[in-house]
């Protein structure tokens, strides 16, 4: 009597268990729902009728990337000074070309969104060769390429991440 009594006890600990277990699943459950309704309802349609996403603007000085950011720097030193473009990346051009044409296709799959633009995949590389290359924070390269740090680290993991698959 004293056996089943116990095995009866330990059921119904197991039980009571398992019904909290679900109702803490439930709740984050509705928890994302709700996150997700939240996100639907800050979206703002265009012309076309697509759903858009607020997203914090994009700083001026960061909008001149493409004009005056690193990336235009590092291109004018592979066509006009190669010892400077390996001294910056510490490799040459047709080592970088390598590596580029080895993983391209795997960071080429993930797009990011830079300050509204696609990153390419030269780009990401250069900032993660970068990175390696010199030990800067991600906050440094954040100002000498204008982009934001959280894209930048976002896009060194990715890079690193397809280096050890492919390489």
Same mark, same amino acid.
């Given at each position: 009597m004293i056996v089943h009594r116990q095995s009866r006890e330990q059921s119904h600990k197991v039980t009571n268990m398992a019904l909290r277990e679900t109702n803490l699943l439930r709740r984050k459950r509705a928890a994302a729902c709700l996150q997700v309704i939240q996100l639907l309802e800050e979206c703002t349609e265009d012309e076309s009728g697509e759903c858009w996403w $607020?997203?914090?603007?994009?700083?001026?000085?960061?909008?001149?990337?493409?004009?005056?950011?690193?990336? $235009?720097?590092?291109?004018? %030193?592979?066509?006009?000074d190669i010892a400077a473009y390996k001294e910056m990346l510490h490799m040459n051009c047709e080592t970088?070309?390598?590596? %580029?044409?080895?993983?391209?296709?795997?960071?080429?799959?993930?797009q990011v969104v830079g300050g509204h633009r696609v990153i390419s995949p030269a780009?990401?590389?250069?900032?993660? %060769? /970068?990175?390696?290359?010199?030990?800067?924070?991600? /906050?440094?390269?954040?100002?000498?390429?204008?982009?934001?740090?959280?894209?930048?680290?976002?896009?060194? /993991?990715?890079?690193?991440?397809?280096?050890?698959?492919?390489?």
């Amino acid at each position: 009597m004293i056996v089943h009594r116990q095995s009866r006890e330990q059921s119904h600990k197991v039980t009571n268990m398992a019904l909290r277990e679900t109702n803490l699943l439930r709740r984050k459950r509705a928890a994302a729902c709700l996150q997700v309704i939240q996100l639907l309802e800050e979206c703002t349609e265009d012309e076309s009728g697509e759903c858009w996403w $607020k997203r914090g603007q994009t700083r001026e000085w960061i909008k001149r990337r493409k004009e005056r950011g690193m990336l $235009k720097v590092v291109e004018e %030193l592979r066509v006009e000074d190669i010892a400077a473009y390996k001294e910056m990346l510490h490799m040459n051009c047709e080592t970088f070309a390598e590596i %580029l044409t080895t993983i391209g296709p795997e960071i080429a799959t993930h797009q990011v969104v830079g300050g509204h633009r696609v990153i390419s995949p030269a780009a990401g590389l250069i900032f993660t %060769l /970068r990175f390696l290359a010199t030990g800067e924070t991600f /906050r440094s390269l954040h100002f000498q390429f204008r982009m934001g740090k959280s894209t930048i680290s976002y896009i060194v /993991r990715e890079v690193c991440q397809a280096i050890y698959l492919v390489l």
